[in-house]
DNA sequence: GCCGTTTTCGGCCCGACTGTTTTCAGTCG
């Protein structure tokens, strides 16, 4: 079983219990076990066979044992008794908008509702209103609920949610008397999907921008409307929420709505240790006095600590880090000063090389990798060796044009086959520049021969990066099902790098698979992939990922100057 | 069910909003 297999058992394990009324923290402990396995970053059953089990975040004996039991038989027998009190069909409709556990189990007890077809059939035939804490208005917001549900694609992607977010900003600044309105929650916090959008606004008359907020032309259904906090559906089926305070409590409600959840509570903890108590509203001393903070750094250095970037604030040590003092110093876009991964006419990119070269010299890019795609890749009109070779003739010309403006260096994606074997010999790719290898094909492949795909590129010594590694594709494509220990110690003894592709589609090294890598020493790539100039926006997106995996300017090759790259291409093969 | 530089037992963040009530329960973030 995998991680993520693993944690959707024990989120099941939650979800029922909650629906059963048992005591909300075993509830809690389950969902933070599972938070914990898909966070790992490497395969749990290592840890398992190392015998260290409980020493993953929120994982005791019993969920060891049980995380035993699956790993040995695939089952898990609490979970089989406990669907007889509660069967797991009952998980489903927890993901009904207002609908909770205490619902879903009354419905299921006194009617026998298990499905979302029946609720809906029930709601309809009136039969849910006459139930206790029922009535008429709560019954049609369970209808309104299952309409929504088939409407929403679940999580948005980053890269749709943040520019629709930074246009509701625009519109939010303007509305008179607010002093600032920023992205909040796990947007800001620049998660690769989010589910709503948070935004929070600071002005002295609130009524006057959540009534801007909900008229706002876009908006569907208006959820929710009050003095402090306003929610809307748009169109498009987006969520978004506001909050507004007062300015100089602008500081704690923007780190409160932040979050994460997680990293709120260790900043909770740390507080109420210093005898405060932080709420989104200010700090309180324990005579009730308040503390206002207009700024975040006021929050932070109150409880003691600097001032944390959002993306590290997913309670993965940061905390603890800062009060050490040794909060990464976290690599920014401008640290970037190459683009190693690019595409032309030549295959399915839209610009030249010339056109290329220049948009990356717009950037400020002192060196660009052409790197088209190989034959296999025949929807994208990969490069044969041949053309390949016609391809040289072109960036001598470019290169003779741009002088010691750019360096312009000639590469491939180069596709790893079905079969693990790669699309040129060893004497084109020691003739190239710089090698990037890539899965496009067969991502469905058993674990085994993933694995054996992946390592016959990594230990290839012409391979110089190993673009987007897992293949996924956001928001609903997992991606290859991969041993990504084994990887990551091939990579460390070949010294190849590994691609955070910044295709906000792909983000693909993610955060927690980055952090690993620098652990262990792999130099990181972050490349946009771009197929066209304005790709290269992408670049902000690929960063985020980056800062969310602890990533330093030093990690990543691309920050390097020509000089530096050359360099580490000519120690390689 | 997890956790511990005050605790191996007793905590575990808590306030806004809605719809149901007539002071509160459920849901959400």
């Given at each position: ?13 939650g979800?029922?219990?909650?629906i059963?009324?048992?005591?909300v923290?075993?509830?809690l ?23 260290k ?20 038989t ?23 908008p ?8 009354l419905f299921?007890?006194e ?137 100089e ?5 923007l ?43 006021e ?48 295959s ?6 010339l056109?290329?070269?220049?948009a990356?010299?717009?950037?400020g ?21 041949e ?28 596709e790893?086959?079905a ?18 290898a ?32 897992t293949?996924?594709?956001?928001p ?31 983000l ?19 490349n ?46």
């Amino acid at each position: 079983m995998t991680n993520k297999e693993l944690a959707d058992v024990f989120t099941l394990v939650g979800d029922l219990l909650e629906i059963k009324g048992e005591v909300v923290y075993k509830t809690l402990a389950y969902r933070k076990a599972a938070e914990s396995l898909t966070n790992l970053g490497r395969d749990v059953k290592y840890v398992w066979e190392e015998g260290k089990l409980t020493d993953i975040p929120g994982v005791g004996k019993a969920i060891a044992e049980k995380i035993d039991e699956l790993l040995r038989t695939g089952k898990l027998e609490y979970l089989e008794k406990l669907q007889k009190d509660v069967p797991a069909e009952l998980a489903e409709l927890l993901s009904i908008p207002d609908l909770g556990p205490k619902k879903v189990g009354l419905f299921y007890k006194e009617l026998g509702l298990k499905s979302i077809a029946a609720l809906k059939q029930a709601a309809e035939e009136g039969k849910l209103r006459d139930l206790p804490g029922m009535g008429p208005k709560s019954e049609a917001k369970i209808l309104d609920g299952i309409e929504s549900l088939s409407r929403r694609s679940g999580r948005t992607p980053l890269g749709d949610a943040w520019p629709f977010a930074q246009g509701l900003l625009a519109k939010l600044r303007k509305v008179q008397g607010v002093v600032a309105a920023e992205a909040a929650g796990s947007l800001r916090r620049m998660r690769p999907t989010v589910g709503d959008v948070d935004i929070l606004v600071a002005a002295k008359e609130p009524d006057k921008v959540s009534k801007a907020f909900v008229e706002d032309e876009g908006v569907a259904r208006v959820l929710g409307h009050g003095a402090i906090k306003s929610s809307v559906e748009y169109h498009n089926g987006m969520r978004a929420q506001l909050w507004v305070h007062a300015p100089e409590r602008f500081g704690t409600a923007l780190q409160y709505a932040t979050g994460s959840k997680d990293h709120n509570v260790r900043t909770r903890e740390l507080a109420i240790s210093m005898g405060l108590s932080l709420s989104d509203q200010a700090i309180f001393r324990t005579d009730d006095s308040e503390i206002l903070c207009a700024t975040e750094e006021e929050v932070y250095k109150t409880i003691g600590l600097p001032w944390i970037p959002p993306e590290l604030r997913e309670d993965r040590g940061e905390v603890q880090a800062a009060k050490e003092g040794k909060l990464p110093n976290l690599i920014e876009t401008k640290n970037i000063r190459a683009e190693l991964h690019c595409h032309t006419t030549w295959s399915d990119g839209k610009l030249s090389i010339l056109e290329m070269a220049e948009a990356a010299k717009l950037r400020g890019y002192k060196t660009l990798a052409i790197t088209d795609h190989s034959y296999s890749l025949g929807i994208a009109n990969g490069l044969s060796v041949e053309r390949l070779q016609e391809q040289r003739k072109e960036i001598e010309a470019a290169r003779k044009k741009l002088g010691d403006s750019l360096l312009l260096l000639h590469g491939t994606e180069m596709e790893i086959r079905a079969d693990g074997s790669l699309d040129f010999p060893d004497e084109i790719l020691a003739w190239l520049d710089i090698v990037i290898a890539s899965l496009h094909t067969g991502i469905r492949q058993p674990r085994e021969k993933s694995t054996q795909r992946m390592l016959s590129a990594i230990n290839n010594p012409h391979v110089d990066i190993i673009a987007h590694p897992t293949n996924r594709l956001l928001p609903d494509r997992e991606g290859a099902d991969l041993d990504m220990d084994a990887i990551f110690s091939a990579a460390a003894d070949m010294g190849t790098a590994l691609e955070i592709n910044a295709n906000p589609k792909r983000l693909d090294l993610d955060d927690v698979y980055a952090r690993r890598a620098i652990e262990l020493g792999i130099p990181l790539v972050i490349n946009t992939d771009a197929h066209h100039p304005d790709h290269m926006d992408f670049i902000d997106f690929g960063v985020a990922t980056a800062r969310r995996g602890w990533v330093e300017a030093k990690n990543v090759i691309n920050t390097n100057t020509p000089k530096q790259i050359n360099s580490w291409l000519s120690g390689r093969g």
